[in-house]
Nanobody
Framework: QVHVVESGGGLVQSGGSLRLSCTTS????????MTWYRQAPGKERELVAL???????RYADSVKGRFTISRDNAKNTVYLQMNSLKPEDTAVYYC????????????WGQGSQVTVSS
């Protein structure tokens, strides 16, 4: 059975930091590309950061230089370090996994709320 569980969200002041974790089980984590998405109220879901199985990374322009995605294959976990947070970063953050040669993300977590106060 597959599990994808995000943690680490919460309320933080503008300029602060948070680290999100996404712990997984039930699939071969090291072979999967992992992505963080976010969705703010009234807005479409957007890609925040991606890390491939080869550890290549990609970021949304809005978070470049502030957010860092990383993975620990021994712990089947992907992280999102978020620094210099802004109120516009407020959203529910989701973790997703995409298998080798898969055209879309197959496994999703339930989401973790991040709220940045001004």
């Amino acid at each position: 059975q597959v599990h994808v569980v995000e943690s680490g969200g919460g309320l933080v002041q503008s300029g602060g930091s948070l680290r999100l974790s996404c712990t997984t089980s039930g699939f071969t984590f090291s072979s999967y590309d992992m992505t963080w998405y976010r969705q703010a109220p009234g807005k479409e879901r957007e890609l925040v950061a991606l890390i491939t199985s080869f550890r290549s990374t990609r970021y949304a322009d809005s978070v470049k230089g502030r957010f860092t995605i990383s993975r620990d294959n021994a712990k089947n976990t992907v992280y999102l370090q978020m620094n210099s947070l802004k109120p516009e970063d407020t959203a529910v953050y989701y973790c997703a996994a995409r298998g080798p040669l898969s055209p879309k993300d197959g496994y999703w977590g339930q989401g973790s709320q991040v709220t940045v106060s001004s």
